[in-house]
């Protein structure tokens, strides 16, 4: 006569013993199933199913949880070899989460038990790109004044604002194109990690006017793409004045100008 029971328990379809299990994105729905069978040669009666931080997983009309799938035969006996199935779903929680589902049956007077873990990693996944325009982080215009034909410079900081590791970072502007000039890239092995800054750098020549563009950056966590894009502007300033002085109405750039008689008035115009 041997009683023993077993319970298999499922995190969105993956037996996830050992974390970190399936990355679910946060507030999505996870789903976990426990398979509960009789692995012994007798039969088991008051099957009772409970997980550490759901509680109970229970068939009970009365109870919490009204979650059995699958209840085999339907005699209210777990026999040899029989398999019931239960589930039950909550949202995705931020970060590792690791839960226990134990199952418990008689045999008579004996009660036999067993307990099985899952995991999974609540994962946010973002990217976050600044730009800046010689230095100044010119989300709207007009950002600085930058004399025509000198050198802007536009810096790309690109970082990890979630909490799973990104790949496959990529930088375009959609008036430069492709940003390939990084100048940092953190520690190196192209992993941008959470917490993690990459900078990228670009330059031109100014235009005259009021000029705009956005950066982009894209990176992949295994599952899904993010995003993320940053405006930036300048001026490009043409600063130029001139005066124009007259001597009695003239415009005596040369001499002699005017003759005029002495002791009389002389009358200057500054036309700026």
Not at 143 to 160: K, M, S
Request: a negative charge; aromatic letters at 10%.
């Amino acid at each position: 006569m041997i009683s023993t029971i077993d319970i298999e328990k499922y995190t969105n379809g993956e037996d996830a013993d050992q974390p970190t299990g399936p990355y679910i994105p946060i507030d999505e729905t996870v789903t976990w199933t426990y398979n509960v069978t009789n692995t012994g040669n007798v039969n088991l009666t008051e099957i009772n199913v409970t997980d550490d931080i759901l509680g109970p997983i229970t068939d009970d009309i009365l109870g919490p949880i009204n979650n059995i799938v699958d209840k085999g035969n339907g005699d209210e006996i777990l026999e040899p070899g029989e398999v019931w199935v239960y589930q039950e779903t909550g949202i995705a929680a931020p970060g590792q989460y690791a839960n226990n589902g134990t199952a418990k049956g008689f045999y008579g007077q004996t009660e036999v038990n067993d307990t099985d873990p899952s995991h999974y990693f609540g994962a946010n996944s973002s990217i976050d790109i600044e730009k800046y325009t010689n230095g100044e982080d010119a989300d709207q215009p007009t950002g600085p004044y930058i004399p025509i034909d000198e050198t802007v410079t536009w810096t790309y900081n690109v970082t990890n604002t979630g909490n799973v590791n990104l790949t496959e970072i990529n930088v375009t502007d959609d008036i430069l194109g492709p940003i390939n000039n990084i100048i940092d890239n953190g520690n190196g092995d192209n992993i941008l990690e959470p917490g993690e800054m990459w900078v990228y750098q670009e330059t031109g020549n100014a235009e005259p006017g009021q000029y705009a563009n956005n950066g982009t950056a894209t990176g992949f966590d295994g599952q899904t793409e993010v995003n993320d894009t940053d405006p930036s502007h300048y001026f490009g300033a043409n600063s130029s004045i001139d005066i124009e002085k007259y001597t009695n109405g003239e415009d005596a750039d040369q001499p002699t100008g005017p003759y005029i008689p002495i002791d009389e008035t002389v009358t200057w115009t500054y036309n700026v």
